[in-house]
C-alpha cells in the first residue's frame, strides 16, 4: 500500500523572494483530486493570493512553518531552504524545490545528514533532454534582464542615458548575450522587439542557425571564443551572461580584463549566478532591493531569484510547471513516484543519505549512488 503523500506549501524565507510555489488554481486541481494540501499562513501574500483564495481551493492553513513541516510529508518551495528550515528536515520527507546544490555545500550536507530525498526542479529532464521546470523561470529572467537593462541604461540610473531602441537617425543600444538557451533567446526576443541592436554568443552552431532562423536573420550569431567575447563586449551597452551546465558550477565566461573594457555606464546582468555566475567580476549576488554595483564603470547586477520581480508571473509560470509532477506524486506515492516516472528521478539529488546526482557528487568528492540501486529499477519510463 502506498504512503498517502501530504503536500506543504511554505512561506519562502530567502532575501527578497516573493513567489509562492502553488497558485490557487493549481491547489484547486489538486484537492479535486483527493490530495491533501497544507499552506502556511500568508504563502502566498507576496504573490497576490490569500489565505481565503487557498482555503476555497481546499487547502489547509498552518499557523506556523513547524506545524507545516510536521504535517507535510512533500514540501513545495520556490527557491532552496534556509539555514532556519534545516532543523525542520524528517528522514524521507521530500523537498521538491529549485535548489542550485553545486554552490550550496551546507544545505547538501544536511540533506545528507537529515536522510531527506531532495528533487531539484532545475534538475529535472524529460526525454528530449529538456528541463521543463527551469525553462519557465529562465524565461521571465530573460525577459527581465532586458527591462532591466533599458532602466539602468537611463542616466539618473547610474547608465549613459541611452534609450534602448534608439529613434529614427539615432541608433539603437547595443545588446550582446552569451549563451543562446531559454534566457538567450527570450532576452533576444525582448531587446529585438524593444529596437535594439542584438548579437548572441554560444558555442553551439546549430543553435546559432536556430536562433538565425527563428528571428528571421535580425540578430548577429557568433561562435563564442575568448576574441569574440572581447571584442563584442566591448561594443556592449547592455551584456546578458546566461551560460548554464545543469548541476554543475556555471564556467567563468568574462573575464576581469574585459569587462575593464566595457563602455563606462555600460550593464552587465549575469543570470547565471544561481549556479556561481559566469562573470569573474561578479564577486557577490545582488538583490532586488540592492539590485547593482559599479565596478570598472560598468554597472553589475547579479540578483539570484530574478523572477521574483514579477511573482504573480512567476508564482503562475512555476506552478503550472510542477503540476503534473505533484500530481504523480500524490497518485502514485512520493518514492513509487520517483521509481516510475523518468523525468522525476533525474531530479532528485540525495535520497536516504546517498547523492544520486553524478555531477553533484563529481563536484563536491562525495560517493555517488545510482538511484536505482535505492529505489529498485523502474517499471515504466513515462
Known amino acids: 500500500m502506498k504512503m498517502k503523500s501530504v503536500f506543504g506549501i511554505t512561506k519562502e524565507l530567502k532575501k527578497d523572494e516573493n513567489r509562492v510555489a502553488l497558485t490557487p488554481d493549481s491547489v484547486k486541481f489538486l484537492t479535486e483530486h483527493n490530495h491533501t494540501i497544507y499552506i502556511e499562513k500568508d ?36 527557491k532552496e531552504p534556509q539555514k532556519e528550515e534545516y532543523d525542520l528536515f524528517r528522514e524521507d520527507q521530500i523537498i521538491f524545490s529549485y535548489m542550485h546544490l553545486a554552490v550550496e555545500p551546507e544545505l547538501t550536507e544536511n ?42 541604461l537611463e542616466k539618473q540610473n547610474g ?5 534602448l531602441g534608439g529613434v529614427p537617425g539615432v541608433r539603437p543600444s547595443k545588446v550582446v548575450i552569451i549563451g543562446g538557451g531559454i534566457v538567450g533567446s527570450n532576452a533576444a526576443k525582448v531587446a529585438l522587439g524593444m529596437g535594439a541592436d542584438v548579437s548572441v554568443i554560444d558555442t553551439n552552431s546549430e543553435k546559432l542557425a536556430m536562433l538565425d532562423f527563428l528571428f528571421n536573420g535580425n540578430i548577429k550569431t557568433h561562435y563564442s571564443n575568448p576574441t569574440t567575447v572581447l571584442e563584442e563586449a566591448k561594443k556592449a551597452d547592455i551584456l546578458v551572461t546566461a551560460v548554464l551546465k545543469p548541476n554543475q558550477i556555471a564556467p567563468v565566461i568574462v573575464k576581469e580584463e574585459v569587462v575593464k573594457q566595457m563602455k563606462k555606464g555600460s550593464f552587465l546582468i549575469d543570470v547565471a549566478i544561481d549556479q556561481g555566475g559566469n562573470t569573474e567580476t561578479i564577486d557577490r549576488a545582488t538583490s532586488i532591493t540592492e539590485p547593482v554595483y559599479e565596478k570598472f564603470g560598468v554597472i553589475h547586477c547579479a540578483i539570484p531569484n530574478l523572477p521574483s520581480l514579477t511573482p504573480k508571473t512567476s508564482s503562475y509560470a512555476y506552478s503550472y510547471a510542477i503540476l503534473p509532477y505533484i500530481h504523480q506524486i500524490g497518485e502514485l506515492g512520493g518514492f513509487m513516484a520517483i521509481k516510475e516516472v523518468d523525468a522525476l528521478s533525474k531530479g532528485v539529488n540525495t535520497f536516504r543519505g546517498e547523492v544520486t546526482n553524478y555531477e553533484l557528487a563529481k563536484t ?7 538511484l536505482s540501486l535505492l529505489v529498485g529499477f523502474r517499471v515504466n519510463n513515462g
Open 43 to 78: 504563502a502566498g501574500i507576496l504573490s497576490g493570493f490569500s489565505n481565503e483564495m487557498y482555503i476555497e481551493a481546499g487547502a489547509k492553513i498552518a499557523d506556523t512553518k513547524e506545524e507545516l513541516w510536521e504535517k507535510a510529508n512533500v514540501i513545495l518551495k520556490v
Open 111 to 152: 540533506l545528507l545528514k537529515k536522510k531527506v530525498c531532495a528533487i531539484c526542479a532545475e534538475s529535472i529532464q524529460n526525454k528530449n533532454g529538456d528541463f521543463p521546470i527551469l525553462r519557465p523561470m529562465s524565461e521571465v529572467a530573460g525577459r527581465l534582464s532586458i527591462q532591466l537593462g533599458a532602466h539602468y
Open 364 to 370: 563536491f568528492g562525495y560517493e555517488h549512488t545510482e
Open 159 to 163: 547608465g549613459q542615458g541611452i534609450l
